[in-house]
Structures are given as C-alpha cells and as structure tokens.
Antibody, heavy 124, light 104 residues
Framework: QGQLVQSGPEMKKPGASVKVSCKAS????????INWVRQSPGQGLEWMGW????????NYADNVHDRVTMTTDTSTATAYMELRSLRSDDTAVYFC?????????????????WGQGTLVTVSS | DIQMTQSPSSLSASVGDRVTITCRAS??????LNWYQQKPGKAPHLLIY???TLQSGVPSRFTGSGSGTEFILTISSLQPEDFATYYC???????FGGGTKVEI
C-alpha cells in the first residue's frame, strides 16, 4: 500500500519561509502525482498544487502560485513544499497526498494516500 | 476556478437517522466528484469517487449520486463512527467544498 511520512511541526515568523518534506515508502514514487493540501485551524481543506514524481512538472493553485515551490528528490523518494513570505493566515496543517487515477483521463482521480500532516504556525 | 458549495455546513442527527449532504458545483463537472470523511486530528479518508463509486472497504450505507452540478452523499443509517466532517472535492480542477460537520 505504501505511506507518506512528513516532517515535524514548524514555527515561523511572518515573512519567513518554510519547507515541508514528505517521504514516500513502499510504492513507486516516480509513478505518482503528489498533491499538497492545507487546513487552517477549524477550517476546510484547501488544495495548493501538485508535482509529478516522474519529471517534476508542477501545477499551483492561483492563491499561492507566487509564493510556493514544490520539488521532488527521486533518489530519496521525497517531495518538498516550500512556502515563502509567510503570513499569519498561512497557519495550518499541511498534508501531502498522492492522487490515484482510476480511469484514463486527467480528471479521473482521487486522493488516496495521505501524510500525517505538518502543523506550520506563523506568529510574531 | 470551479466553486463547490456544500450544504448544510453542519447538522445534528441521531444514530439510525438517514442523512443527506448536498454539494453544488459552479459549473458542469460531469461525474468528477469525490467524497471524503475526516475525523478530528486525522487526514481525510475517501468514501466515494466518480460521484457514485464506493471505495473498497467503505460500508454500503454510504451512497453517492448526481452528475453535472448537483451531487448528494447519503448515509442510510447513521452509525456512531460516522460522526465526522464530510467534504466533497471536484477533480475537474481541484477544489473542495466547505465541509459538513455531522454531530450528535
């Protein structure tokens, strides 16, 4: 089945950057698409973007595209999400999650394997 | 961007009740709609994909229906372990609904 294990909680000041890691195990990393989803305290889920394990292609959500960079290291089967110019409203639990394609179209996918989440707190 | 609107945002129910949650898309997303359950402190868990296909291992009391812009998640007989927050998610692009908290 495989799993995703994320890095530990972070506390940052406004204006700083944070880099969260997501290590894959027991599945073929290069065949996956890793998405990042965040959840502010007591709030809903917000998709941030995806990166392909195969060639590192990315697609970012409009509301973070100018502050986020997603990368992968295939040698360690690890994905990274860096968010810059942090603000208090970036305080959230950040999840990495793989997308499973159940049909032969780009839209036929769902999120299956989730990391445990990484709490990022932004406070002065 | 496609907006997803869930209703209600919360509901109170009892064990054994039939519960329905609605999700509306701002444009036609065909059947590219998934449903997740989330419990406090945990990652979401897939229930339904492709609007109506039950994920393996999910109890049959959960059913999904709809296509185009209106979708429904039904829990036929609410069980104690079903008290949680439910999210719809469109995979035409990727956005989530605001969530529906099911409380006792």
């Amino acid at each position: 089945q495989g799993q995703l294990v994320q890095s530990g909680p972070e506390m940052k000041k406004p204006g700083a950057s944070v880099k969260v890691s997501c290590k894959a195990s027991d599945f073929t990393f290069i065949n996956t698409v890793i998405n990042w989803v965040r959840q502010s305290p007591g709030q809903g889920l917000e998709w941030m973007g995806w990166i392909t394990g195969y060639n590192g292609n990315t697609n970012y959500a409009d509301n973070v595209h100018d502050r986020v960079t997603m990368t992968t290291d295939t040698s360690t089967a690890t994905a990274y999400m860096e968010l810059r110019s942090l603000r208090s409203d970036d305080t959230a639990v950040y999840f990495c999650v793989t997308a499973y394609y159940y049909d032969n179209t780009a839209h036929s996918h769902y999120f299956d394997r989730w990391g445990q989440g990484t709490l990022v707190t932004v406070s002065s | 961007d496609i907006q997803m609107t869930q209703s209600p945002s919360s509901l109170s129910a009892s064990v054994g009740d039939r519960v329905t949650i609605t999700c509306r898309a701002s444009q036609n997303i065909r059947n590219f709609l998934n449903w997740y359950q989330q419990k406090p402190g945990k990652a979401p868990h897939l229930l339904i994909y492709g609007a109506s296909t039950l994920q393996s291992g999910v109890p049959s009391r959960f059913t999904g229906s709809g296509s185009g812009t209106e979708f429904i998640l039904t829990i036929s007989s609410l069980q104690p372990e079903d008290f949680a927050t439910y999210y719809c998610q469109q995979s035409y692009g990727v956005t989530f609904g605001g969530g529906t908290k099911v409380e006792i």
